[in-house]
């Protein structure tokens, strides 16, 4: 009697969040404001990638902007570019992959500007080789760059948020922290990791009722940023797939994050892609990804699957 219960409540519960889900989706939630918020964003140095234009859309709405970076020059000229778009702008220059370094350089933001309420940990590296062509210290270092990381500046801002019940906590996951593909091992493993860690930390607050600090994971497809250049997996996903401009692949994402949107899938077809991959039979995915034109999402996984069928 006690398992007919449970599933009654279950089955109650997943049909409200699809009605849920419907409403956002028909109509539209208003987009909060983060005018005069403190926003940082790790990995805000380079030229072509997300946390640069994270930046600049975050200084158009008015918030005040706190810039990590290994890169110091670059993370100056993300500055100056904040700064042109009249925002305040505070640049630091961090290892996030050095947990000593992220709590002292917190400690310094606390100090100079004041209490974070939106950390975008967006920082990221890959190296782009295969597991056992690539070093120790290579592997490490994106464990501790891509996951590691999140780790040292959720612990360093989030007890202030939760005392606050106010803020915001958005992960810069990934394509590869959903679907596993070759040749990339060590940057897959780092994003599997921290959205499972971003999962984790979700349902926490959710549990604490602490429902005034939101998260977002955001899961981009391939983007153009230059991070996965000469890779042999680029080359072949290119050949399906054209890669997300950074431009749009940010402003839709801004759009989620300011609609306080817990997962966003950059395109949206992911979203059938993450769901039919644990519900549906391996054939019957293939099928329906085929027929809904949407296939080029799995080819990671269609490409492994009938290499193993083929030697079998």
Excluded at 246 to 269: F, H, W, Y
């Amino acid at each position: 009697m006690g398992v007919l219960v449970d599933f009654v409540l279950l089955t109650a519960k997943v049909v409200g969040c699809i009605i849920q889900a419907l409403v956002r989706w028909i109509k539209k939630p208003p987009e909060k404001t983060v005018t005069n918020e403190i926003c940082l964003i790790t990995g805000a140095a380079s030229a072509k990638g997300l946390g640069r234009l994270f930046a600049l859309e975050f200084a158009q709405r008015g918030a005040t902007l706190v810039l990590w970076d290994i890169d110091a020059d670059g993370n100056e000229k993300t500055a100056v570019q904040v700064m042109e778009r009249g925002a305040k702008v505070y640049a630091y220059t961090c290892d996030v992959s050095q947990r000593q370094d992220v709590y002292k350089t917190a400690e310094r933001v606390r100090q100079e500007v004041g209490d974070v309420t939106v950390l975008v940990n967006n920082a990221g590296v890959v190296a782009g080789k295969p597991i056992l062509q690539c070093s120790d210290e290579l592997l490490e270092r994106t464990m501790k760059t891509n996951c590691h990381a999140h780790f040292w500046t959720v612990k360093a801002f989030l007890p202030k948020m939760m005392e606050m019940n106010h803020g915001h906590i958005v992960t810069i996951a990934g394509y590869f922290g959903l679907f596993a593909t070759a040749c990339v091992e060590d940057y897959c493993a780092s994003k599997f990791a921290v959205v499972g860690f971003h999962e984790a930390l979700s349902h926490q607050l959710r549990a604490k009722q602490i429902n005034g600090v939101k998260t977002t994971l955001v899961c981009p497809c391939l983007v153009k940023t230059g991070m996965f250049t000469g890779c042999r997996v680029r080359r072949e996903l290119d050949a399906l797939l054209s890669p997300l401009k950074p431009e749009d692949c940010v402003k839709t994402a801004m759009k989620g994050i300011l609609s306080n949107q817990a997962i966003i899938c950059i395109p949206r077809v992911m979203y059938f892609a993450v769901v039919s991959k644990h519900l549906f039979p391996w054939d019957v995915q293939v099928l329906a990804h085929k027929f809904l034109g949407i296939d080029k999402c799995m080819y990671p996984f269609i490409r492994q699957r009938e290499s193993k069928n083929a030697t079998t």
